[in-house]
Structure formats: structure tokens, C-alpha cells
């Protein structure tokens, strides 16, 4: 949900391939692409909006150091049923870790829609500070 976009529900369904360019245990690097249906339901409009999209994504996680990790994720969301719009997606993670299973991040999320179905803001963004716990050690 959004209420800076009034989306309310927002569902996708994929059909895609993808590959992992680096698997490695510090470090992963992945893209994928394929066909999408989008369904979605505003805060101020009882109807319901279905679009077919294409869809290209990246995935990236890696660490900095021993104590600091990255991890990047985007996606870009082209429209075949609505001439035009164009939606992405685009976070950002950087954790620390700390007493073996505990660490500290920030986030920054930002989601745009080139042609919102209803009249509402093109853009959103979250900032975020996570406080979390992991079972696997650190």
C-alpha cells in the first residue's frame, strides 16, 4: 500500500527467467525478465485496474567489510496494455551487524508510476531504520 500513490492492493503475477551472475557466499548479483499481470486498487476509486507489463530486475547483496553488508534491488515495470507508463522500483539496504545474530540498517525505498490510474502522486519514497535479529550467525 501507499497513501502518497492511494494504492490500496497492489497484485503481481510473474512469468519470467532469470540468471545469477555471481554466487558466491559474500556476494550475489542476479537479473531477471519476463511478463507480469498487475492488478491494482486505489484508495479513492472502487474499481479495479488490470494491466499486462513487461519486466526487467536486478537483485544485488554483498558485503563491505566483515560488520557491513549491501543490498540493492530494482525493478522497472514497462506497460504493454497502457501506451506509456512505466513503474519502477528501486531499494536500498545497508546493514551492520553486531553480536553474532543482531544488526542495525537503513532503508530507502523509492516507487514511481509514470501514469498513476487515478489522480494521485507520481513518486513515494520510505526511509526506513531497522533494528532485527537473525537465526544464522552473523
Known sequence: TSTEQSLDLRRNFFLGVGKIFIHRTEENLSLSGGFMSNRE???TSNTLFNSTETYLSMHY?????????????????????????????????????FLNHFYLGLRYTLNTDSQPQVEASKSDYVFAIKFGWSLKKL
Open 61 to 97: 547483496n554483498g558485503k563491505i567489510t566483515n560488520r557491513w553488508e549491501a543490498i540493492f534491488d530494482g525493478g522497472v515495470f514497462p506497460s504493454l496494455s497502457q501506451a506509456g507508463r512505466v513503474r519502477s522500483n528501486l531499494s536500498m539496504d545497508l546493514k551492520y551487524k
Open 41 to 43: 486498487r486505489y484508495l
